[in-house]
């Protein structure tokens, strides 16, 4: 009722958190409708299959945002990489359920520079109160050059004024083949009882790729859904 009394006039394709029930739905043209109903999509990330980047499709600059809701981060002095929108060869990577992919994600790495710790994609979820006290699974597919460490996080912000974030440690421990294929881990999304929820609060899924090395990781259909079973890849 607070959603339809605030938004009379929904643009299609329109995304609202519901505090109770708690869940996202969407505007189709004609409804509002629950993330995993019937014919729709149970992922909370929108455009875990990189078909979106608004800003561009090569990035250099730690810090900056990439392909849409995606943030990319390393430190270190004289670290020289790129961030790129790639495209599927045809058939390249065959999906369940899933129309025939576009576009994937690249980290690549051509100078490892020195006193590099970390090399972080950064996924963002609006709410914090996204799956809270609830089972998850996170899942991606992924890719190398050559055998490398993939670690995946999921972190709750609680925003500006909030209550320090919380992580989950690692969801996801594992590496990478010059093939691709399907990583999931399934854990529960810590409760957000007795905490400050302030301005700008969100989930994200951090990525964290190999440190001090010249690599190059591929990444496509991040996905994070309510319970333990990963499901067949789908995406808003």
């Not at 995304?15 to 149970?42: C, E, K, M």
């Not at 790639?86 to 025939?100: D, H, I, K, R």
């Not at 980290?107 to 950064?122: E, F, K, L």
């Not at 899942?139 to 912000?157: E, R």
Request: charged share 10%; hydrophobic share 35%; aromatic share 14%.
């Amino acid at each position: 009722a607070a959603r339809n009394s605030a938004i009379t006039t929904p643009a299609e394709g329109q995304v609202v958190y519901l505090q109770s029930p708690a869940g996202y739905t969407y505007w189709n043209g004609f409804n509002w409708i629950p993330f995993g109903a019937a014919g729709t999509s149970p992922n909370y990330v929108i455009n875990g299959a990189f078909d979106i980047w608004q800003r561009s499709t090569s990035f250099s600059t730690s810090g900056t945002y990439t392909a849409d809701r995606v943030r990319q981060f390393h430190d270190g002095t004289g670290v020289a990489k790129t961030i790129s929108r790639q495209t599927f060869a045809p058939n390249e990577l065959s999906v369940a359920n899933f129309g025939e992919e576009e576009f994937y994600f690249r980290y690549q790495v051509t100078n490892a520079g020195t006193s590099n710790t970390y090399h972080y994609v950064d996924v963002m979820i609006e709410d914090v109160r996204t799956l809270a006290g609830q089972s998850a699974t996170l899942s991606f597919w992924a890719k190398s050059a050559s055998a490398n460490a993939i670690y995946a996080n999921v972190i709750q912000n609680f925003g500006s004024g909030g209550s320090t974030e919380v992580d989950t440690g690692a969801v996801i421990t594992s590496a990478t083949t010059t093939s691709w294929q399907r990583f999931v881990g399934s854990f529960t999304m810590p409760s957000i009882s007795s905490k400050t929820i302030g301005t700008g609060s969100h989930v994200y899924i951090r990525l964290r790729l190999p440190q001090s090395t010249v690599m190059t990781t591929d990444i496509w259909g991040i996905q994070l859904e309510a319970g333990s079973t990963a499901t067949s890849f789908s995406c808003l």
